[in-house]
């Protein structure tokens, strides 16, 4: 009777450590914030291109890509 009661008791100890360790990680998680580079004036006017073309020709594409690049 008294093993039985010792293997409900080890196993309750398991699922709360569990617990405890998931809800460790979703804190670590929400604790840390996210960083965004700020994008500079002459990256804005390069980018400025592409906003008024639903689908803009590829070579189009690539140079914007170039001139950010050498940004």
């Known amino acids: 009777y008294k093993s039985q ?17 998931e809800n460790l990680s979703k804190e670590e ?8 580079r700020k994008t500079s004036e002459n990256e804005k006017k390069i980018l400025e291109k592409i906003l008024n073309y639903n689908t803009f020709p590829e070579n189009e594409a690539f140079n914007i890509l170039n001139q950010l690049q050498s940004e």
């Open 29 to 36: 998680v929400s604790h840390e914030k996210r960083t965004y």
């Open 5 to 21: 009661n010792l293997q409900i008791e080890k196993s309750k100890e398991k699922t709360s450590n569990k617990k405890t360790n």
